[in-house]
């Protein structure tokens, strides 16, 4: 690294993590608004933190930059604890639903980059840019703006592409966490919706709402094992579809494993306790997501952004509002109108201007709150995990071509 970076190893910035979960705990507990409005306690800690390390740069040209591989495990953690609680009987109940979020996550592809690319062209700046500002970093997240920056920079005129791009996923992702959790409080208010704590949280422990099962290093171990023969299993099997030319990443092999283990494992090994649906693993979601979120969140660099402030801002500010828009009047109605549809509909905020992780972390938040609805956290995912990309591949490139 060179003089003017200073490398945080992965250990330290794992440790780092937990110190901005509790940051955000203490800040959430002491400003009720935060929690009011449904703000994860990992969003409140790792933007206070990037902000922190953008202080640090501004006053010394250092710059703080983190290993996170072990954030990346905790995803896949976290996928294959999703995994595990899911039912097939649930799945096929949610076949319908499913259907429908597929549906609009399609339709809203093409929104989103029809939205950048007519406010592009309102401010006076490349088409292409405005479509590096929609699904391209937005939908598409980090991994979808760096795979098309070259083609972009190289064919369509806009040189700092990957500059533009990983700004916008980095902007995006703070504006999901931050929109996500006000969008289901309107809902429920606007509605008069309200859930229920009769049936357990798939990931974390409610706020308010008691449950007499013990959490003991028995059942946690139990879960954290299964959890790890999934991921193994997962991981031969994500190497081999590698080996045939085939790019999938490692949570999806690894969640589907844990799904299939979690509905024959109970049928086969019926004197074994399974722990789908228990505390012990609710626990294990919501450590994994928070950190991933809270190491995802503090790591941002925000002195690479300052420079394209100005017309990137003005871009997500339009696909921000067109965003809360469609989700209170046509993905909310669409989806049922119900309790249910309020906690998606937190998560698609996440999930259209975020990451699938951002949508689970504002589902998660609202859940806390207002009870389970878990259904959403099996659907959300898989759309997340399965056809985005492939859809959203082919929309840039049509609008690209345009």
């Not at 097939?88 to 339709?107: N, R």
């Not at 500010?317 to 989806?335: D, N």
């Not at 009870?371 to 956290?377: R, Y």
Request: glycine fraction near 10%; charged fraction near 10%; charge should be negative.
């Amino acid at each position: 690294m060179g003089e003017n970076v200073f490398m945080v190893e992965d250990f330290l910035a794992y440790t780092l993590g937990i110190v901005v979960y509790f940051l955000g705990m203490k800040v959430n507990d002491h400003v009720p608004i935060l929690q009011e409005y449904n703000i994860p306690e990992p969003v409140t800690g790792g933007i206070l933190a990037s902000l922190f390390c953008l202080g640090w740069y501004l006053g010394t040209g250092v710059e703080i930059v983190f290993d996170l591989q072990t954030r990346d495990l905790f995803l896949v953690y976290f996928f294959t604890a999703i995994g595990v609680n899911a039912r097939l009987k649930d799945l096929a109940s949610g076949g319908k639903p499913l259907a429908i979020l597929l549906g609009i996550t399609v339709c809203y592809i093409l929104f989103q980059d029809t939205i950048g690319l007519a406010a592009a062209r309102l401010i006076g700046v490349e088409d292409a840019i405005g479509l590096l500002v929609g699904s391209a970093s937005l939908i598409g997240g980090h991994g979808t703006a760096i795979a098309w920056a070259p083609e972009i920079a190289a064919n369509h005129g806009v040189p700092n592409a990957l500059e533009i791009g990983i700004a916008s996923a980095t902007l995006g992702l703070v504006i999901a966490c931050l929109m996500g959790g006000p969008i289901a409080k309107f809902l429920l208010a606007r509605h008069r919706l309200y859930g229920s704590f009769e049936s357990r949280l798939t990931v974390g422990i409610p706020h308010k709402v008691e449950d007499t099962e013990r959490i003991t290093h028995v059942n946690i171990l139990g879960a954290l094992l299964l959890i790890h023969i999934a991921m193994i299993i997962g991981y031969v099997i994500s190497e081999s579809i590698a080996a045939a030319g085939f790019k999938l990443p490692l949570f999806v092999p690894c969640m589907l494993v844990a799904i299939l283990l979690s509905n024959l494992g109970p049928a086969v090994l019926p004197n074994i306790r399974w722990p789908a649906k228990s505390r012990a693993l609710a626990v294990i979601t919501d450590f994994s997501l928070s950190i991933f979120i809270a190491m995802s969140l503090m790591s941002m660099q925000l002195w690479d952004i300052a420079d394209l402030a100005g017309p990137l801002l003005v871009l997500l500010g339009v696909q921000a509002v067109a965003t809360a828009l469609f989700i209170i009047f046509v993905f909310f109605r669409l989806m049922g109108g119900d309790y249910q549809a309020a906690v998606l509909s937190a998560g698609f905020a996440g999930f259209t201007l975020g990451a699938t992780p951002t949508a689970i972390a504002n589902m998660t938040a609202v859940t806390k709150s207002h009870g389970p609805a878990p259904m959403a956290f099996i659907i959300l995912p898989l759309v997340g995990a399965f056809f985005v990309d492939i859809v959203n591949a082919f929309v840039i490139q049509f609008f690209l071509g345009l």
